[in-house]
């Protein structure tokens, strides 16, 4: 089956841009999650639908950092203004419900903020 | 914050055993112990979870103690594929919990 698809794959922009990443989910999962990666460190949670409705945003910088998930099915991410320190890997997963399924991994976005 | 310690980095040689331990002294009863990798440039990939017994698939075992407080990660012959940052993860399954990432343990598989 395929898998979770992520694009761009890179991007480079200046500070204070914004930049938009999208998300297309493995076919009929339910639950999406954003998570950002810093070098070096493990990926930290940024959002988590179900369906089309947020479950949990709580580390979501609302100042800067939007989500959505039209329909149920894929999801953007954007970030207006961009700092340097937003300069890191953002992932998309999904998985077919919350609980205890595995979650499946697209391959990220690497974003680079000059 | 992450609910798991695991060692920053490991060395293993190729064909041998990689033993990968995890300290999870607070686990509650319902939460399982999940583990996954990520190798470089790609997302994490889930290897194993389990509750209590141990587990075994086509990627590697799973060693739970008997306390539940700690639990190793076996891949019984590392090859340098295996090269990765493994993590492990202790989650509820009620609700929508979702994974929380430590800094993982960086394996590195030498030929």
């Known amino acids: ?114 | 914050d992450a609910k798991t310690t695991q060692p920053p980095s490991m060395d293993c040689a190729e064909g041998r055993a990689a033993n990968l331990p995890c300290n999870h002294s607070t686990i509650s009863g319902n939460e399982y112990v999940y583990w996954y990798r990520q190798i470089h440039s790609q997302g994490p990939q889930y290897i194993i979870h389990g509750l209590k017994n141990n587990e075994t698939n086509e990627m590697a075992s799973l060693i739970i103690t008997e306390d539940r407080k700690s639990s190793t990660l076996i891949l019984p012959h590392a090859t340098l594929r295996d090269t990765a940052v493994y993590y492990c993860i202790v989650r509820s399954p009620s609700g929508n919990t979702p994974l929380v990432f430590g800094k993982g343990t960086r394996l590195s598989v030498i030929a």
Do not use: M
């Not at chain 1, 076919?27 to 947020?54: D, E, M």
């Not at chain 1, 970030?79 to 340097?84: E, G």
């Open chain 1, 1 to 114: 089956e395929a898998g979770v698809a992520q694009s761009p794959r890179y991007k480079i922009i200046e500070k204070r841009q914004s930049v938009a990443f999208w998300c297309n989910p493995i076919s009929g999962h339910a639950t999406l999650y954003w998570y950002q990666q810093i070098l070096g460190q493990g990926p930290k949670l940024l959002i988590q639908f179900q369906n089309n409705g947020v479950v949990d945003d709580s580390q979501l910088p609302k100042d800067r950092f939007s989500a959505e998930r039209l329909k149920g099915v894929d999801s953007t991410l954007k970030i207006q203004p961009a700092k340097l320190e937003d300069s890191a890997v953002y992932l998309c997963a999904s998985s077919p419900a919350g609980g205890y399924e595995k979650l499946f991994f697209g391959s990220g976005t690497q974003l680079s903020v000059l």
